[in-house]
């Protein structure tokens, strides 16, 4: 063995610990510093927020309803005769007393000329009549005439009289068929579909009328109530007429607004319901008769009332309850006292304070602790992350 290979191989273990060492250092090192660094804060959940407010609520009771004409008629014809003239449009606004049709006069006219003539007949008759019980009266008084003479002639001007009296009713009848001929709107309203065409032949007991007259102003709003609703409503409704409000049937649009009329003497033992009606000016003419609404019954007024959007009131095992979020962001569950929903605010009763923050959306995503972010807050935070 030459002298020159003890040192050639220390000089390799050499480097072989050396190695080791240093590996070992970097390994050290690297588990050292993976415990040291601190986790990174869990993301704050995001959800919509909203902030309890305090306003005047208005408390209302909510149903469907039916408008209802105040009239609707068939406009029928009363004596017989050829249709003549038809004065009005299919659909046509009239006013109460214009003329809607025409039947042939000349009959009807001539009866009244006939009872006219036999009124004048029986009237002279009736004068010479009791010139002749005159006459005859003064020559019973001089005992020179007959007594019988007088009484027959009182008996002639009392049957004259009577029969005048009977020319007089027939002529009023006669006058009345006349004025039949005339067809007139019995209100203002909206003309219907014409049933019967000019130049018909109609008859007093025909059971087709002419067409059907339907008053549009003002209007009726008939709606059905629950039987338990009724001791609140005659309460509120005693000062004065509760205010009704027409809606659009998905109740997102408002049509009217009316007074309460009517409250029926009696609750239906069918299905435990009262009826109501409500009375609505309708001159711009919006509510149509058979036509089914949204109703809303205003009942009163809660003055300074907490309210926060429906959708953070949740339902749980305990009741109604919200997420309040607090100032360290984190969303805590506070057990609530809700009352009505109005335009998609909630009444709170108890248990929220007006300016207290509290979770509208996004609620399945917590649990009491959490932090919340706002959800722009929260798309911002995100953004940043990917950046980096």
Same mark, same amino acid.
């Given at each position: 063995?030459?002298?020159?290979?003890?040192?050639?191989?220390?000089?390799?273990?050499?480097?072989? $610990?050396?190695? $080791?060492?240093?590996? /070992?250092?970097?390994?050290?090192?690297?588990?050292?510093?993976?415990?040291?660094?601190?986790?990174?804060?869990?993301?704050?959940?995001?959800?919509?927020?909203?902030?309890?407010?305090?306003?005047? /609520?208005?408390?209302?009771?909510?149903?469907?309803?039916?408008?209802?004409?105040?009239?609707?008629?068939?406009?029928?014809?009363?004596?017989?005769?050829?249709?003549?003239?038809?004065?009005?449009?299919?659909?046509?606004?009239?006013?109460?007393?214009?003329?809607?049709?025409?039947?042939?006069?000349?009959?009807?006219?001539?009866?009244?000329?006939?009872?006219?003539?036999?009124?004048?007949?029986?009237?002279?008759?009736?004068?010479?009549?009791?010139?002749? /019980?005159?006459?005859?009266?003064?020559?019973?008084?001089?005992?020179?005439?007959?007594?019988?003479?007088?009484?027959?002639?009182? &008996?002639?001007?009392?049957?004259?009289?009577?029969?005048? *009296?009977?020319?007089?009713?027939?002529?009023?009848?006669?006058?009345?068929?006349?004025? @039949?001929?005339?067809?007139?709107?019995?209100?203002?309203?909206?003309?219907?579909?014409? /049933?019967?065409?000019?130049?018909?032949?109609?008859?007093?007991?025909?059971?087709?009328?002419?067409?059907?007259?339907? *008053?549009?102003?003002?209007?009726?709003?008939?709606?059905?109530?629950?039987?338990?609703?009724?001791?609140?409503?005659?309460?509120?409704?005693? &000062? *004065?007429?509760?205010?009704?409000?027409?809606?659009?049937?998905?109740?997102?649009?408002?049509?009217?607004?009316?007074?309460?009329?009517?409250?029926?003497? *009696?609750?239906?033992?069918?299905?435990?319901?009262?009826?109501?009606?409500?009375?609505?000016?309708?001159?711009?003419?919006?509510?149509?008769?058979?036509?089914?609404?949204?109703?809303?019954?205003?009942?009163?007024?809660?003055?300074?009332?907490?309210?926060?959007?429906?959708?953070?009131?949740?339902?749980?095992?305990?009741?109604?309850?919200?997420?309040?979020?607090?100032?360290?962001?984190?969303?805590?569950?506070?057990?609530?006292?809700?009352?009505?929903?109005?335009?998609?605010?909630?009444?709170?009763?108890?248990?929220?304070?007006?300016?207290?923050?509290?979770?509208?959306?996004?609620? @399945?995503?917590?649990?009491?602790?959490?932090?919340?972010?706002?959800?722009?807050?929260?798309?911002?935070?995100?953004?940043?992350?990917?950046?980096?």
């Amino acid at each position: 063995m030459s002298p020159s290979q003890p040192s050639s191989q220390r000089r390799y273990w050499r480097l072989a $610990l050396l190695f $080791l060492a240093v590996a /070992l250092a970097a390994f050290a090192w690297r588990h050292f510093s993976a415990t040291t660094t601190a986790k990174p804060a869990e993301a704050p959940v995001p959800v919509s927020l909203g902030v309890a407010d305090q306003r005047d /609520l208005p408390i209302w009771l909510q149903t469907i309803g039916t408008v209802q004409a105040l009239n609707a008629v068939d406009i029928k014809v009363r004596v017989d005769g050829e249709l003549q003239q038809l004065h009005f449009q299919e659909g046509q606004m009239v006013k109460a007393g214009q003329l809607l049709a025409e039947i042939d006069p000349r009959p009807y006219a001539a009866q009244v000329l006939q009872a006219k003539a036999n009124k004048a007949r029986d009237e002279a008759q009736l004068a010479v009549a009791k010139v002749n /019980l005159e006459r005859a009266s003064k020559l019973a008084a001089a005992h020179a005439g007959p007594s019988q003479d007088v009484d027959t002639l009182r &008996g002639q001007v009392a049957t004259l009289q009577a029969t005048i *009296q009977a020319d007089q009713a027939a002529l009023d009848t006669a006058q009345l068929q006349l004025g @039949y001929t005339r067809i007139a709107a019995p209100f203002a309203g909206r003309t219907g579909q014409r /049933l019967v065409d000019a130049g018909s032949i109609v008859h007093a007991s025909d059971n087709t009328g002419l067409l059907t007259l339907t *008053q549009m102003a003002p209007i009726s709003l008939a709606f059905s109530l629950p039987q338990e609703d009724l001791a609140e409503v005659l309460q509120a409704n005693a &000062g *004065q007429a509760l205010q009704v409000e027409a809606l659009s049937r998905d109740g997102r649009q408002h049509i009217a607004t009316g007074r309460l009329s009517f409250i029926d003497s *009696q609750v239906s033992s069918g299905n435990g319901q009262i009826l109501f009606k409500a009375d609505f000016a309708n001159a711009d003419g919006k509510l149509w008769p058979g036509e089914l609404l949204s109703v809303r019954l205003l009942l009163r007024t809660e003055k300074a009332a907490t309210v926060v959007p429906a959708s953070a009131v949740q339902q749980g095992p305990q009741g109604s309850f919200v997420y309040v979020v607090g100032r360290d962001q984190q969303a805590q569950v506070r057990e609530v006292k809700a009352g009505a929903v109005v335009d998609g605010l909630q009444w709170i009763h108890q248990g929220l304070a007006p300016g207290e923050t509290v979770v509208t959306g996004g609620q @399945y995503r917590l649990a009491p602790g959490l932090k919340v972010a706002a959800l722009a807050d929260a798309r911002q935070t995100a953004s940043a992350e990917q950046r980096q």
